[in-house]
């Protein structure tokens, strides 16, 4: 697989969950259930989504238009890591916070967090650093 492709597919996968975040007024019903926090809090949960959010795009946009300076490159090699860690920890957190729960959401979002670490891992194991 060439490294257009395998970052093209760690584009659609962060740009797709900057999609559903973006959802996320809607699928929890946030005007509503956000009601019953305090203002602040109800503010850092609406930021932090949607902080997030730019964080999924920004990332998509560096996968499709720098992939071989993301491969091959120290600091491209460096941003990778930090999204496979990223997923790695999100993943974690899922059994951390979501204990018990047993709903097949979950257990799909936990599938698509561990996706997330293996695409963004794979430029790390197929692509060989430059120099």
Known sequence: MSTQAM???CAVHSAALGVF?????????????LAQLDRANRAIVQILNLRLTF???AVAA????????????????ALLVVMMLFWVGRTIEQ???????RHPAV???????????VLFALPLWLVPPAG
Do not use: I
């Not at 059994?95 to 018990?100: A, D, Q, S, T």
């Open 62 to 77: 560096l996968c499709l238009l720098y992939p071989d300076a993301l491969a091959s490159t120290p600091l491209g090699r």
């Open 95 to 101: 059994f951390v916070f979501l204990r018990g729960l």
């Open 21 to 33: 975040h973006l959802c996320f007024w809607r699928l929890f019903d946030w005007n509503r259930q």
């Open 7 to 9: 970052l093209l597919l």
């Open 107 to 117: 257990h799909a979002l936990t599938a698509v967090f561990v996706l997330g670490a």
């Open 55 to 57: 964080v999924f795009f």
